[in-house]
């Protein structure tokens, strides 16, 4: 085998090592803010830095089998998906808290991880890794692939539509300036995540409508370096929870005149998105309307 071939490899095998070490980082990060605050966010962040450590692994296994192919392929696949469905989740229920929790929003979610979970399943299906005397030869369904990519990319825009519409909703133009860099925040983290991920769930589905998507024993093709682009992607985009949430913490921090009612305002806001306050995340207090 040549090095040209063996490339895609490579490199599939060096991203995957970057999303490990992401991964282990994040998922000691998650443990720790999940011992200060004990909700839902860091919980989540726990099970996917756990599955993103696994993807990896168990990609490079599936790959680099010579028997057992079918077996290898389906555990590797199971991973996956449940990594993938864990982002799913992690980004819906942001936005489901970010819109104020709105039964719109809730219901919106659910549709989508179902979908999702359809498509997972149909993928366990479909897709099949023969056993050759070369190794193992891997045929991923068509179909499968494309219902996956365009319900990733139906998760990203449902969750940057659904946090811009809440921000113009929720805050007044005569809101405090606090406020509002509260809100413009939480959009540049919500648009720039789902910028990256969409950019990924984009070219897949762009490959598997023009390409073919089977992987021949000798002859690794870009569809080897796909599956870890996207692990390296959505650990990255993922951990990087922790930079935004700094963020956040500055910008509540920061001096500002206030008045009684707007500083009232900004902490009830502050306990719905910042995963970190411990102490005021066990109530679950409603940001006020906006008045029409």
Sequence with gaps: MSMS???????AIFLCAMAFENASKGLILSIQKFGQSKTPVPAIMIVANILSLAFGPMYIWSILAKTDCQDSSLAFKVVMHLFFTSFSFFLLYKTWIVS???????????????????????????????????????????????????????????CTGATIISAFRDVDDDASSKMQRIYRVLIADNVLRTLSVMAVNAFTLNYAMYSNLSIVPGSP????????????????????????????NDILKTPEHENEYERENIRM??????????DNEKRSPVFPPRNH
């Design 100 to 158: 104020q929790k709105r039964t719109l929003v809730a219901v919106g979610a659910v549709i989508l991880i179902l979908n999702r979970a359809a498509w997972t399943v149909l993928d366990w299906m479909w897709s099949k890794s023969e056993e050759t005397k070369f190794g193992c030869h891997y045929i991923q369904d068509k179909t499968a692939i494309v219902g996956i990519s365009t319900g990733g990319i139906a998760v990203d825009i449902f």
């Design 221 to 248: 093709t870009i569809m080897v370096v796909i599956p870890a682009i996207s692990n390296f992607v959505y650990t990255q985009a993922i951990n990087i929870e922790f930079f935004w949430i700094n963020v956040r």
């Design 269 to 278: 806001t502050s306990v719905q998105i910042r995963y970190d306050d411990h």
């Design 5 to 11: 071939l063996e490339a895609p490899i490579v490199t």
